[in-house]
T-cell receptor
Framework: DAKTTQPNSMESNEEEPVHLPCNHSTISGTDYIHWYRQLPSQGPEYVIHGLTSNVNNRMASLAIAEDRKSSTLILHRATLRDAAVYYCILRGGSNYKLTFGKGTLLTVNP | GAVVSQHPSWVICKSGTSVKIECRSLDFQATTMFWYRQFPKQSLMLMATSNEGSKATYEQGVEKDKFLINHASLTLSTLTVTSAHPEDSSFYIC?????????????FGSGTQLSVL
């Protein structure tokens, strides 16, 4: 399975942008980059996903490096409700399963 | 948006009993469902993949006779923890999708906290 590497934790202040990095140097050409987040005692929630081009939705933006070996999830204005564990996951090709790594614990300070 | 309903949200049972957890896709047909287990302060661990109408595929180290998975319809998958023991106490989460490719998102249930006494 292609693996991802994320920082264990990050901290942000409310109303400020947050950039969550993810390295995936062994990504294959058919792998999609997915981001999910998990709030305490809840199931994960879909955030965004992309293949090659940058993606935007109402929750976040996904910036994908030109060589696809890294990506960055961007929360434009962090709120207290964004405090969660964020998972960057590769999915597709022969590996259609979602295999979760340790993720990044995002703390948002008021 | 698509919703996955998981029930019950929490259950307490005695050691040796069996517990059934249901996972329903409410507004779409889920050809594939995944079951995960999560211990405190750890990440989700994939237990098995179930495809409607066929036997589940279990991950290495997961006992298929202990964790029975049934995906009899396109909207319902069940996980039965048989002869539960305290070490089975965990947070169980299901997820569902309608194709097996990478270009669609997964929808997750809210999880079931199982406590075995």
């Amino acid at each position: 399975d292609a693996k991802t590497t994320q920082p264990n934790s990050m901290e942000s202040n409310e109303e400020e942008p947050v950039h969550l990095p993810c390295n995936h140097s062994t990504i294959s050409g058919t792998d999609y980059i997915h981001w999910y987040r998990q709030l305490p005692s809840q199931g994960p929630e879909y955030v965004i996903h992309g293949l090659t081009s940058n993606v935007n939705n109402r929750m976040a933006s996904l910036a994908i490096a030109e060589d696809r070996k890294s990506s960055t999830l961007i929360l434009h204005r962090a709120t207290l409700r964004d405090a969660a564990v964020y998972y960057c996951i590769l999915r597709g090709g022969s590996n259609y399963k979602l295999t979760f790594g340790k993720g990044t614990l995002l703390t948002v300070n008021p | 948006g698509a919703v996955v309903s998981q029930h019950p949200s929490w259950v307490i049972c005695k050691s040796g009993t069996s517990v059934k957890i249901e996972c329903r896709s409410l507004d779409f047909q889920a050809t594939t469902m995944f079951w995960y287990r999560q211990f405190p302060k750890q990440s989700l661990m994939l237990m098995a993949t179930s495809n409607e109408g066929s036997k589940a595929t279990y991950e290495q180290g997961v006992e298929k006779d202990k964790f029975l998975i049934n995906h009899a319809s396109l909207t319902l998958s069940t996980l039965t923890v048989t002869s539960a023991h305290p070490e089975d106490s965990s947070f169980y989460i299901c997820s569902a999708t309608w194709t097996g490719t990478g270009n669609e998102k997964l929808f997750f249930g809210s999880g079931t906290q199982l406590s075995v006494l």
